[in-house]
């Protein structure tokens, strides 16, 4: 029996107290103004699209805002690599808030889709350097905890989000929403400078580059499916796929034999631990894309208000929230169970909703919208039930020297699966008849979408197998 002495339980009060607590506010903040502005955006989309027009570019807000965030996602370890942490924040806070005022001023929608895409690459830039900070500035027993607090702050934007975009879009400025970011921001970058390690003290010996033209193809491709939604022939579409399809082969033929990959070996096999987990986060990502249209739906179908719309579609994200707080600390035995369970629970609310949303009669005859709280809140704890493990076991199951990218291609992979999911959310609403902008076309496109969305969180209970083999307790927890 070995007397070896087990290493502390890590705490909350560690985590959150002292030079930890400075750090952890420092590096969570940075998703905290991204996410903030997303929920903003998503509450005030409505509004936009009223007063500049483009509601046929409805999904396209999020999908360049995304596509953009991929490639910031992914040269984050690079710039960490080039510039340090603390200057690789300071830029990308920077960026986003150049984003945000040219969002502030826009005068028609393409020029709005201009500078929705610059915020994207500065939250892209923030969130990858958010999860790769985390085993750079926290011990290891930490890393849950630090997982968690960073997921948490999507539940801090459940609050400030929907009350700032709702309240700017019910009197008539929407354009003030956008220039609220900016104090947050820079309150952030203080934080960041003051807390964050320096140049010298965590940039690596070998800079690390960034395989470019595979991000540009990886982004191209989330284009070429936006396209598709606007196309009005099947053929058109169905091509797109096709062109989607040989893009990622292509790029995985590459990474299996590149020195110099976007993605960690094993990515691309469900049998490995890595594919199994990254399978995960990107259907559980693609899911709670369809949040994007739930504040438009609710406003045309229900005639609910921006401000009681944004909050309701912020439940998503309460729900992600409570998920990840409540479970991040189970074992891996327990959390093994979880990654058949979340999936489940994610898939049977977005069915809820698919049939739910779309009914008047819920509110005119029954007066129970609030039934909706339910699925809604449910959509996001079953994300948060297995999101804190499926990241930390990427962590463990990363080879030698692929730990950083590993890290790393977390970000770029779930804003992949998320841009992705806006661009085909866009296709089948507009085949359901979105553009039409009437109650019954809502009322189609709400049903459609969610009904369809529902079936891809179940399709990870059938690939989590070396995902949950990952979670092999044999090794790692000690006995009583």
Do not use: C
Not at 275 to 280: C, T
Not at 336 to 356: C, E, M, Q
Not at 412 to 422: R, V
Request: aromatic content about 10%; cysteine-free; hydrophobic content about 50%.
């Amino acid at each position: 029996m070995s007397t070896t002495p087990l290493p502390p339980t890590a705490t909350w009060g560690e985590l959150l107290s002292g030079r930890n607590g400075l750090r952890s506010i420092a590096l969570s903040g940075g998703v905290a103004v991204h996410a903030i502005n997303v929920y903003i955006v998503t509450t005030i989309l409505p509004s936009v699209v009223e007063d500049i027009g483009g509601l046929e570019y409805y999904a396209w807000n999020t999908t360049l805002f995304v596509a953009a965030s991929i490639l910031g996602s992914a040269l984050s370890s690079s710039l960490i690599d080039y510039l340090g942490l603390r200057a690789s924040y300071l830029l990308a806070i920077l960026i986003f808030m150049l984003g945000s005022i040219a969002a502030a001023v826009s005068p028609s929608m393409p020029f709005m889709l201009g500078a929705r895409t610059i915020q994207g690459f500065g939250g892209g830039l923030l969130l990858g350097l958010s999860y790769s900070s985390v085993r750079m500035v926290f011990d290891e027993r930490l890393w849950p905890r630090a997982m968690a607090l960073i997921s948490s702050m999507w539940g801090v934007a459940t609050l400030a989000g929907p009350a700032v975009g709702g309240i700017f879009a019910e009197s008539g400025n929407w354009r003030l929403a956008f220039w609220s970011i900016i104090p947050v921001a820079l309150v952030i970058t203080v934080l960041v400078a003051t807390q964050l390690k320096t140049r010298k003290e965590n940039r690596h010996h070998t800079v690390t580059r960034p395989p470019l033209l595979k991000i540009a193809f990886l982004t191209w491709s989330v284009i070429v499916i936006a396209f598709g939604s606007l196309a009005q022939s099947w053929l058109l579409i169905a091509l797109s796929f096709v062109i989607v399809l040989t893009i990622l082969y292509g790029m995985a033929r590459d990474d299996a034999n590149s020195d110099n990959p976007l993605f960690p070996h094993g990515t691309y096999s469900i049998k490995h631990p890595l594919g199994s987990l990254y399978a995960g986060i990107a259907l559980m990502s693609i899911g709670v894309t369809s949040g994007i249209f739930i504040p438009y739906f609710l406003q045309t179908i229900h005639g609910v208000r921006p401000l009681a719309a944004g909050y309701m579609t912020a439940l998503m994200s309460a729900g992600w929230t409570v998920g990840s707080v409540m479970m991040a600390s189970r074992s891996p035995l327990f959390a093994n169970k979880l990654l058949r369970i979340g999936p489940v629970v994610s898939a049977i609310s977005l069915a809820a909703l698919g049939l739910l949303l779309p009914w008047q009669g819920l509110q005119t005859e029954l007066h129970a919208l609030w039934l909706l709280y339910i699925p809604l809140f449910g959509v996001g704890l079953g994300v948060g039930m297995i999101w804190p493990h499926l990241l930390t076991r990427v962590f463990k199951s990363s080879e030698p020297g692929q730990e950083n990218l590993a890290s790393s291609a977390i970000t770029t992979l779930q804003l992949y699966a998320m841009s992705i999911g806006a661009a085909v959310a866009g296709m089948i609403t507009a085949a359901a008849g979105f553009n039409e902008g009437t109650i019954e076309s809502a009322q189609q496109a709400s049903m459609a979408l969610l009904l369809s969305f529902a079936l891809v969180p179940l399709v990870f209970v059938f690939v989590s197998g070396a995902a949950r083999k990952a979670g092999d307790v044999t090794a790692t927890t000690p006995q009583e």
